[in-house]
């Protein structure tokens, strides 16, 4: 079956420090891949996705490259902000009738 | 356009007894899918509704039921509650056009709490 393999946490980094949470996957087919976004006491805000191999995903400094050969979709950005702190959950699709595999959730507090 | 909403927003049941939570999907979706997440878990699919059909179904007893109406709203009924049904209930809605596969745009959510 499918599965999604992330990083657990909690990530702690100061403002201005690269991110990088991995994500791996295994899955039959051609899945999309999706990270997902859960702030404090909010609902889950889809941040980015990818719907095909080498396909970049991007939004709010945020990036994501859809990697088949190493079925990897690694989240990264450049500065994290104070505001960046939430859980991030890495996302994929598939199967016959949408699918949703989520992993564990990686969450992220970024200190001043 | 209006996104997904679910009501009610929190919720406290005992054990043995039954519940409804409710889902209106964003305008023009036809699809609604539900999920379990209990504390510091990812969110765990439940089961799918694509045209007043269940379309899939994941690890869930059929105590766990469902419906979906015309306007694409839809329902999770769990019966005789148990104290480990205490989670966050998510509902997300999306456009199935067949053989492609669309983005889920999720709801707050319902928080359960079984006593």
């Known amino acids: 079956g499918n599965s999604v393999t992330q990083m657990e946490g909690p990530v702690t980094l100061s403002e201005e420090a690269f991110l990088t949470i991995n994500c791996t996957y295994t899955?039959?087919?051609?899945?999309?891949l999706f990270w997902y976004v859960q702030y404090p006491g909010e609902g889950l805000q889809l941040l980015l996705k990818?719907?095909?191999?080498?396909d970049k995903g991007s939004n709010k400094g945020f990036e994501a490259t859809y990697r088949k050969e190493t079925t990897s979709f690694h989240l990264e950005k450049g500065s994290v902000q104070v505001s960046d702190s939430a859980v991030y959950f890495c996302v994929l699709l598939s199967g016959g009738y949408q699918k949703v595999t989520f992993g564990i959730g990686t969450k992220l507090q970024v200190i001043p | 356009e209006t996104g997904v909403t679910q009501s009610p927003t929190h919720l406290i049941k005992t054990r043995g007894q039954q519940v409804t939570l409710r889902c209106s999907s964003q305008?023009?979706?036809?699809?609604v899918s539900w999920y379990q997440q209990a504390l510091g878990q990812g969110p765990q699919f439940i089961f799918q509704?694509?045209?007043?059909?269940?379309?899939g179904r994941g690890n869930f007893p059929p105590r766990f039921s469902g419906l979906q109406f015309p306007n694409y709203s839809s329902e999770l009924n769990v019966n005789a509650l148990e104290l480990d049904d205490s989670a966050l209930y998510l509902c997300?809605?999306?456009?199935?056009?067949?053989?492609?596969?669309?983005?889920?745009?999720f709801g707050p959510g319902t928080r359960l709490l079984v006593l």
């Open positions: 305008s023009g979706h036809n699809t």
């Open positions: 899955a039959t087919g051609y899945p999309s």
């Open positions: 509704y694509y045209r007043e059909e269940e379309n």
């Open positions: 997300a809605s999306s456009l199935d056009r067949g053989s492609r596969q669309e983005t889920q745009y």
């Open positions: 990818a719907t095909k191999a080498d």
